[in-house]
């Protein structure tokens, strides 16, 4: 009961952020349920998991506002380009969602840097496997290392219309695995390991 009252705290904070983020919210569910459902999911997972590791109030919400709106580049995109089981050869169309996104909260007054990146690098991997930038682990923002497992996750444990949603160990295993190519940051890693095993 605690923990959930905190969340709703830090929401509600976030709530009263100013119109933009409001606009940006309603704007996600309006193009498409299953991409704000997977918002909703990865800020309240990545509030309670920011709780865990201890960061203050103010750090957290920051933090709950960019994994709220870290996808907010899809709008840009057609609802039916989202599916993940369209077929899609070498550069996919979603890939560009980052940049967009980045783009989008620039231009939202007061947006902090670390927000602005979770949206940019979310998807970039510790072995420079990633996208847009082929970044390297010392080269992502402490922010988006945390966002890229909280995502993965989720996706991992949503599943879609053809792949059955993981249990939480699965998709531990399966991020065990990717992480044997550096692919999360390790120190984050560990202790999402610990966060998903007392919940």
Not at 90 to 115: C, I, N, Q, W
Not at 137 to 163: C, F, M, Q
């Amino acid at each position: 009961m605690f923990r959930a009252l905190r969340l709703i705290d830090c929401m509600f904070d976030l709530m009263k952020g100013g119109v933009d983020f409001h606009r940006s919210i309603l704007d996600i569910r309006r193009h498409d349920h299953v991409l704000y459902n997977h918002s909703l999911n990865v800020c309240f997972m990545g509030l309670a998991f920011v709780s865990f590791l201890g960061w203050d109030a103010p750090k957290a919400q920051n933090f709950g506002l960019g994994a709220m709106l870290h996808d907010i580049g899809l709008i840009q995109l057609k609802p039916e380009l989202l599916n993940k089981d369209a077929p899609r050869n070498g550069f996919k169309t979603t890939d560009s969602h980052p940049a967009v996104g980045y783009k989008m909260l620039s231009s939202m007054p007061g947006m902090r840097r670390e927000v602005r990146y979770m949206a940019l690098q979310h998807h970039e991997n510790g072995d420079g496997s990633g996208y847009p930038a082929g970044l390297k682990i010392n080269a992502i923002d402490p922010w988006a290392r945390v966002l890229r497992i909280l995502d993965h996750y989720e996706t991992l444990t949503s599943g879609n219309s053809s792949k059955r949603p993981k249990s939480s160990k699965e998709a531990l295993m399966a991020m065990a695995a990717l992480q044997e190519k550096n692919i999360f940051d390790m120190n984050y890693f560990m202790n999402f390991i610990k966060f998903v095993g007392k919940t």
